[in-house]
Structure formats: structure tokens, C-alpha cells
């Protein structure tokens, strides 16, 4: 059962655009983090929010937590080829288990 | 600190077969978490080990199996495999804190014909 519905699965574009990547859920999370996986490696961790309504800036990077504390954005400002990679949302539950939605998959063009 | 380590890197077996994957988790972390990538699923959680028990589990088959030693090093095993096993195992380690950041090793891929 997929919990976490990513959008858009593809995304290519040019270098210096902006971005946003969802990720939605019908259950509620502990809390929810952002990862970022290229070829060859396993994910790591970009962010972790936990507050609803929280929202944390890395650098070009913003991650907003849903108010209802069920869904995300990660919103990329200038996007460089640097940023290219899969982009994976996880949804901690009370329980401590993982749930991670199916990914983006962003390439930016120099 | 050395991150996490996962052993072999790629894998090939023919249906019917087993296979064991081993991870070697950060010095000093104590949990150890194995997930299940595939283009179609993404990233599935298989099991969840903390000082040597199975603290989590996933919605996989009894094929899927692994154990913990008293070093934190984890093996999964999957037995009788399946062309549907194919994909990339990860692990990821935490010290064992709800609530820890997960580090995860590259990866085993295995194939399966």
C-alpha cells in the first residue's frame, strides 16, 4: 500500500528555474522528512519537520509541513544541475515506521 | 566515522534460489532497518532490528527474514526468490532513538533471473 502520492514523478528543466515537488498523504505523520538519492547511492536526509504548518529553508531549498500534518512541498529557488537526483518524501508514523512515496525524479539542464 | 556498509554491492541469482545481504552499520548505532527499492514501489520498509530483535516489520512474505548480531552487523535473507525480488536492498542505521536520522548504506542490487 502506497500512503505517500508524489507529484510529479519526472521533472526536467532549465538551469535557473524554480521548482515545487508534493507529496500527499491521507494519513496523519509524526512527522515527515525529505530526502535526496543520486544513482549509485542510498538517500540522505535533507530535512525533517515535524510541526504542522512548519517550515524550514536550506539554503535554495524551502520545505513546508502541511497544517493537518498528512502532506509537504519542497520548493526549489535557481534550481543548479547540482539539484539533480531523486527526490524522496517519508512519513515517520507513531510507531516509528517509515513510509516513503515513489520519488521525483528532477534533472536540471545546464 | 566510516558510514554504513553494505555487502556485495550487486548481485545475480536465478529464480528458485536464496540469497543473505549483510550490513554493517554505523559504529555505536544499534538499530538497523532494511528497505526494499523498486522503480514501481519506491522504497518499501521490510524490518526493523535493535539489539539483536526485530522490533518492526513490514507487510513482506515470510521469505524475507533477517537477524541481527550482538556487533549490530545485520543480514536479511530471502529465500526461494522470485523474479518480482529484483531491486535494490538499502539499510539504514540510527542509534536507536525514535525519532533518530536514518543513514543509509549504498545499497545491494540484486538481480534476479
Known sequence: ?110 | KAGVTQTPRYLIKTRGQQVTLSCSPISGHRSVSWYQQTPGQGLQFLFEYFSETQRNKGNFPGRFSGRQFSNSRSEMNVSTLELGDSALYLCASTAGVIGDTQYFGPGTRLTVL
Open chain 1, 1 to 110: 500500500t502506497q500512503l505517500l502520492e508524489q507529484s510529479p514523478q519526472f521533472l526536467s528543466i532549465q538551469e535557473g528555474e524554480n521548482l515545487t515537488v508534493y507529496c500527499n498523504s491521507s494519513s496523519v505523520f509524526s512527522s515527515l522528512q525529505w530526502y535526496r538519492q543520486e544513482p549509485g547511492e542510498g538517500p540522505v536526509l535533507l530535512v525533517t519537520v515535524v510541526t504542522g504548518g512548519e517550515v524550514k529553508k536550506l539554503k535554495r531549498l524551502t520545505f513546508q509541513f502541511g497544517d493537518a500534518r498528512k502532506d509537504s512541498s519542497l520548493h526549489i529557488t535557481a534550481a543548479q544541475p547540482g539539484d539533480t537526483g531523486l527526490y524522496l518524501c517519508a512519513g515517520r508514523n507513531t510507531g516509528n515506521q517509515f513510509y516513503f512515496g515513489t520519488g521525483t525524479s528532477l534533472t536540471v539542464i545546464p
